[in-house]
T-cell receptor, first 113, second 113 residues
Framework: NAGVTQTPKFQVLKTGQSMTLQCAQD?????MYWYRQDPGMGLRLIYY???????DKGEVPNGYNVSRLNKREFSLRLESAAPSQTSVYFC????????????FGSGTRLTVV | GENVEQHPSTLSVQEGDSAVIKCTYS??????FPWYKQELGKRPQLIID?????GEKKDQRIAVTLNKTAKHFSLHITETQPEDSAVYFC????????????FGTGTRLTIIP
């Protein structure tokens, strides 16, 4: 039982390049989330998906797109990376009504130069 | 939307002493308040949570208190140990956690041996 798996763990991009961060969970959770973590700013929600086939913007969605490919997978895409997107990205999942809180992935450290 | 403020941003306590971290929230509809612990280089992990229908919850050396009238909640760690050193995040959500979490900015707790 792997929980939430994120790939890659580290990535360096040049400004303007694109990439997709992958996230998969094996807990049969309905809800999935993408957060970014920056020093002194906590965890800020980028996008979330309450169920398969639905996605909604969070607090900081600009410059990102997401795809809820199926119940297990929720990917985050940077179409044209900018230095301001240098951050640690966490995927998380949860199951409403179980009240067990979020299960986070191990994170992706992204640097845009 | 919800706004969660967390204080202090850093906290150092002697081993064996108690630590208290406080959070305030803005949305009176919030009714689920989890706390996450993040060790250096690791993912955040849920350590305790509380719903708005109770005022206090304990789990061994950790307790959370909630004051709905004042819209604040606190994390209390007693008999602190070196392994308690980490960054702690509070969060708030409506619908008892069935909605997305809004996180505070984090408190870096250092336990001095």
């Amino acid at each position: 039982n792997a929980g939430v798996t994120q790939t890659p763990k580290f990535q360096v991009l040049k400004t303007g390049q694109s990439m997709t961060l992958q996230c998969a969970q094996d807990m049969n959770h309905n809800s999935m989330y993408w957060y970014r973590q920056d020093p002194g700013m906590g965890l800020r929600l980028i996008y979330y998906s309450a169920s398969e086939g639905t996605t909604d913007k969070g607090e900081v969605p600009n410059g990102y797109n997401v795809s809820r490919l199926n119940k297990r997978e929720f990917s985050l895409r940077l179409e044209s990376a900018a230095p301001s997107q240098t951050s640690v990205y966490f995927c998380a999942s949860s199951e409403p009504d179980r009240n067990y809180g979020y299960t986070f992935g191990s994170g992706t450290r992204l640097t845009v130069v | 939307g919800e706004n969660v403020e967390q204080h202090p941003s850093t906290l150092s306590v002697q081993e064996g002493d108690s630590a208290v971290i406080k959070c305030t929230y803005s949305d009176s509809a919030s009714n689920y308040f989890p706390w996450y612990k993040q060790e250096l280089g690791k993912r955040p992990q849920l350590i305790i949570d509380i719903r708005s229908n109770v005022g206090e919850k304990k789990d061994q050396r950790i307790a959370v208190t909630l004051n709905k009238t004042a819209k604040h909640f606190s994390l209390h760690i007693t008999e602190t140990q070196p392994e308690d050193s980490a960054v702690y995040f509070c969060a708030a959500s409506t619908d008892f956690g069935n909605e997305k979490l809004t996180f505070g900015t984090g408190t870096r707790l250092t336990i001095i041996p």
